[in-house]
């Protein structure tokens, strides 16, 4: 199974600032990783797919890069919205696994 | 506006035998693969099952094969997720999730969840 590894686990960030979350993966997922956000007591939320596609009505304040092992979610100005945990996941072999998630808290 | 709508948690036994449906709306559901994910409390996200448009491939994580069958019936546009010899470990909200499916720049298929419900909270417990 294709491990899914985030850091870091808590990033405090001011609002306005960048946030940049990382996602390693144990082998080459090629560019099948999706990035999902989720606020408490709520289901999680397509933000990204195929590493680097927005997914429908997602600010472009949301950027994704990577391939390959490596990839990394970008939030360019965070709003208050954007207090979160993050999680990536690989669609690229069965079984579908996810990271642990990232943190996202105000400083 | 797609929906995704679960029921059929609650209390249940160690080894008891709940059954989750997930009704689905807004879209058209036998066109869509379904899957089955799970979160323990204050945890992370665990795939759990997933199934094809017509029933014909199936997926299990390891951690409930042999126990949980995923199954579908595209007339009532409904998922389910039959659950057998339950365990303390599998105390968990339950999500019904879509998938969509693309071919990338290679051709190749893929899929990804791009719909969530609300979950279900299935705690086993004595």
Do not use: H
Not at chain 2, 33 to 46: I, S, T, Y
Not at chain 2, 49 to 60: A, G, L, M, N, P
Request: charged share 15%; proline share 4%.
């Amino acid at each position: 199974e294709i491990v899914m590894t985030q850091s870091p686990a808590t990033l405090s960030v001011s609002p306005g600032e960048r946030a940049t979350l990382s996602c390693r993966a144990s082998q080459s997922v090629s560019s099948n990783v999706v990035w999902y956000q989720q606020k408490p007591g709520q289901a999680p939320r397509l933000l990204m797919y195929g590493a680097s596609t927005r997914a429908t009505g997602i600010p472009a304040r949301f950027s994704g890069s990577g391939s390959g092992t490596e990839f990394t979610l970008t939030i360019s100005s965070l709003q208050s919205e954007d207090f979160a945990v993050y999680y990536c996941q690989q669609y690229s072999n069965w079984p579908r696994t996810f990271g642990q998630g990232t943190k996202v808290e105000i400083k | 506006e797609v929906q995704l709508v679960e029921s059929g948690g609650g209390l249940v036994q160690p080894g008891g035998s709940p059954r989750l449906s997930c009704a689905a709306s807004g879209f058209t559901f036998s066109s869509y693969n379904m899957n089955w994910v799970r979160q323990a409390p204050g945890k992370g996200l665990e795939w759990v099952s997933y199934i094809t448009t017509s029933s014909s491939t199936i997926y299990y994580a390891d951690s409930v094969k042999g126990r949980f069958t995923i199954s579908r019936d595209n007339a009532k546009n409904s998922l389910y997720l039959q659950m057998d010899s339950l365990r303390a470990e599998d105390t968990a909200v339950y999500y019904c999730a879509r998938e969509m499916n693309y071919y990338d720049s290679s051709g190749s298929y893929w899929g990804y969840i791009d719909y969530w419900g609300q979950g279900a909270l299935v705690t086993v417990s004595s």
